[in-house]
């Protein structure tokens, strides 16, 4: 049985790269399927394999290890809900601002302790969809990058609209005559 993933979703992972956000793959499932699809997917450094780490050896670091390794590390495999929300914790205490998906009651303390929870609105559990800050009603992650960068250019817009500072240097306006 083959699943790939959709090609939306690649492109997707490039463009995020591009333009600076570290997406890192974190998951239930086995080791192997984890790295098979963070592999398709693009989530590669485009050197040497893929940094990874398992539910079993995160278990043996300290939070110390962990603030340490998350730079390098790309795909977390066969981790706890519990393992999730300590990624999620560690991230937010290197300084990142963090964003979650997730479809599962597992998902759900990870998705309310990240700085934006995203649950699936079609596959997505009522606990899932509570816990998040954020619905994604086609289950697609190329529509989160979509709405990074419309973000992205509306506070780019805003940022200009409040820094602009209209003078007149003394000169009184008035409105045009009616003559």
């Known amino acids: 049985m083959l699943d790939p993933p959709r090609p939306e979703v690649i492109a997707a992972v490039a463009a995020c790269r591009a333009a600076g956000i570290r997406v890192k793959r974190i998951t239930g499932d ?4 984890a790295l098979a699809i963070a592999t398709q997917i693009g989530l590669g450094r485009g050197h040497g394999p ?3 780490l398992d539910g079993l050896a995160l278990a043996l ?8 390794q998350l730079d390098q590390l790309v795909v977390f495999a066969g981790v706890a ?17 963090v964003a ?14 990240a700085d934006i929870g ?14 998040a800050n954020m619905l994604l009603t086609d289950d ?6 979509a709405a990074v960068e419309e973000g992205r250019a509306v506070d780019l817009s805003l940022g200009k609209a409040l820094a602009f500072e209209p003078r007149c240097d003394g000169l009184m306006l008035q409105p045009p005559s009616t003559d």
């Open 81 to 97: 809900p519990a393992q999730k929300l300590e990624l999620v914790q560690a991230l937010q205490t290197n300084g990142e601002i």
């Open 140 to 145: 697609n992650f190329a529509t989160i990058e």
């Open 118 to 131: 995203i649950a699936m609105g079609r596959v997505g559990t009522e606990v899932a969809r509570e816990a």
């Open 100 to 113: 979650m998906t997730g479809d599962g009651v597992n998902d759900a303390p990870a998705l309310q302790q």
């Open 61 to 68: 670091l300290t939070p110390a290890e962990l603030a340490h």
């Open 30 to 33: 086995h080791l192997d399927t």
């Open 50 to 52: 893929l940094e990874c």
